[in-house]
């Protein structure tokens, strides 16, 4: 299903881009870990970072500059979840990922957006 979107992405608009396509199975996964005081509002921001099937893998974790005293950081197969208080969002590790190869590799959204898609998958899966 990926390739062919791939595919038309790039013959009807000509962008060269990889697509990530999960089922309702696995979204659930991962919204189950995700605390419901997690948020993406004016004090908090919270991200889901999907994985590629190359990168899936806890050992992931490893690769990330996780600072303990203000990251939170949870892995579940297909995404890592990352939330921070927004006044501590300069001072985190994870934002070191921004343009290295291993961000190649994922595409993020915000745990609201997350959250919207899931319950619309829901609702078309019903």
């Given at each position: 299903?990926?390739?062919?979107?791939?595919?038309?992405?790039?013959?009807?608009?000509?962008?060269?881009?990889?697509?990530?396509?999960?089922?309702?199975?696995?979204?659930?996964?991962?919204?189950?870990?995700?605390?419901?005081?997690?948020?993406?509002?004016?004090?908090?921001?919270?991200?889901?970072?999907?994985?590629?099937?190359?990168?899936?893998?806890?050992?992931?974790?490893?690769?990330?500059?996780?600072?303990?005293?203000?990251?939170?950081?949870?892995?579940?197969?297909?995404?890592?979840?990352?939330?921070?208080?927004?006044?501590?969002?300069?001072?985190?590790?994870?934002?070191?990922?921004?343009?290295?190869?291993?961000?190649?590799?994922?595409?993020?959204?915000?745990?609201?957006?997350?959250?919207?898609?899931?319950?619309l998958m829901?609702?078309?899966?019903?």
């Amino acid at each position: 299903m990926s390739l062919l979107l791939e595919e038309a992405i790039h013959k009807d608009f000509g962008l060269q881009i990889k697509v990530l396509v999960l089922s309702l199975d696995e979204v659930s996964e991962i919204i189950s870990i995700i605390p419901d005081t997690w948020k993406n509002d004016k004090e908090m921001k919270t991200d889901v970072l999907f994985l590629w099937e190359e990168i899936d893998d806890e050992s992931i974790l490893e690769k990330l500059v996780i600072k303990p005293d203000i990251d939170s950081v949870k892995y579940t197969p297909g995404a890592i979840v990352w939330s921070i208080a927004k006044k501590n969002a300069t001072k985190s590790g994870m934002s070191m990922i921004i343009g290295t190869k291993l961000y190649k590799k994922v595409t993020v959204r915000n745990v609201n957006t997350t959250r919207k898609i899931y319950e619309l998958m829901k609702v078309q899966n019903s």
